[in-house]
């Protein structure tokens, strides 16, 4: 099968079976989106979800975060993963939104990195969230899946690597959900420790199927 042929088979099967895939983090607006996707950086969306409603209620827009302090801050994300970082990662982005951006989330990548806590991944996720731009965050599962799967050459070794040769194959209007067709089954089907084969519709074309199917023979 050819690059392009599994490309073709990739996004035919999500179109017609999880057309309306979206992000499992729970928000109501792109400031709160984008606090979400700060805190869920090696945490878990079901954690940040516990954690989000009370501090979204407490917090609703930067320049809630921007008068707030280390102190008041941290209790409300004790139980995320690197609370400390990601408190002062908070307080610097309330600012720097106050401050630099008229309390509005940054539509560029370039804008969105410039805040505290913001890397590529991240930047990516609001853009195409957000802004429904083409643009491909690549996290763990979207990696992993990308390989597996032969969408991306095995010796692409860095997330952004994975992104520039997803972006180049996909169809732009197709990149935001891709995004999240890849996480989504990554995180239930294709896992990292015991992938779900049996339970997968895609090892007609998958890499990692044949190969462990040819080591059992």
């Not at 983090?25 to 400031?31: E, G, K, Q, R």
């Not at 990662?89 to 804008?111: A, W, Y």
């Not at 979207?142 to 040769?165: D, I, M, W």
Request: some cysteine.
């Amino acid at each position: 099968m050819t690059r392009k042929e599994r490309y073709e088979a990739f996004v035919t099967y999500f179109k017609e079976n999880q057309p309306q895939a979206e992000t499992e983090l729970n928000y109501s607006n792109p400031f709160e989106l984008l606090v979400a996707v700060v805190l869920s950086a090696q945490c878990t969306d079901k954690r940040i979800n516990m954690v989000t409603p009370k501090l979204f209620a407490d917090f609703p827009t930067p320049e809630h975060l921007a008068a707030s302090s280390f102190d008041e801050l941290f209790p409300y994300i004790k139980s995320v993963s690197y609370p400390n970082n990601k408190t002062k990662h908070l307080l610097g982005l309330g600012k720097m939104l106050v401050e630099q951006f008229d309390s509005q989330i940054p539509s560029t990548i370039e804008d969105l990195q410039k805040l505290p806590g913001v890397g590529r991944k991240t930047a990516n996720v609001i853009t195409s969230v957000i802004w429904n731009q083409p643009s491909m965050a690549v996290d763990t599962h979207v990696f992993r899946v990308s390989k597996r799967l032969g969408l991306v050459n095995q010796n692409a070794s860095t997330p952004l690597a994975v992104e520039k040769q997803l972006v180049k194959h996909l169809d732009k209007e197709v990149i935001p959900l891709a995004h999240h067709w890849l996480i989504l089954h990554g995180r239930y089907t294709c896992l990292a420790r015991k992938p779900k084969c049996d339970e997968c519709h895609l090892t007609h074309f998958c890499r990692y199927f044949e190969k462990k199917e040819n080591i059992l023979r």
